[in-house]
């Protein structure tokens, strides 16, 4: 059953036609990367980065890993050829509350996010906007 919500959606859509661009957030365990090893393929996600980076979107990965494993994971998302802009910062001023138009994370409604994201992506891409 798809998560389609009208109203996030147009606010999404809405900051999109203002702004012409998007601050895409994502988290890496268990959004981008198979965090427990249970086989799940995150390959649509990481799609739909790749297209909002394109699209010249923001990326900004928020993670609670710090230090040698931070530096871990930016190896894999550049073997993997995961983009990111950012990693732990907010894109508009210094504070440690994140901004972002949208974020992809596990703990956060991944699957409804995934697809308003999609949706516009897909409308940008077909200049239905």
Do not use: W
């Amino acid at each position: 059953m798809d998560v389609f919500n009208f109203d996030f959606y147009e606010r999404l859509r809405k900051d999109y036609q203002q702004h012409r661009s998007l601050f895409v957030a994502y988290d890496y365990d268990n959004t981008v990367f198979d965090y427990h090893n249970q086989g799940i393929d995150y390959g649509k996600i990481i799609d739909l980065l790749r297209v909002c980076k394109l699209l010249g979107f923001t990326l900004i990965l928020f993670t609670g890993n710090e230090g040698e494993q931070l530096e871990t994971i930016k190896l894999d998302l550049m073997k993997k050829g995961i983009p990111y802009d950012l990693i732990n910062e907010n894109p508009l001023m210094k504070t440690r509350k994140p901004y972002y138009n949208i974020l992809l994370d596990d703990r956060a409604g991944l699957k409804e996010a995934y697809i308003n994201l999609k949706k516009l992506t897909d409308e940008i891409q077909n200049k239905q906007i």
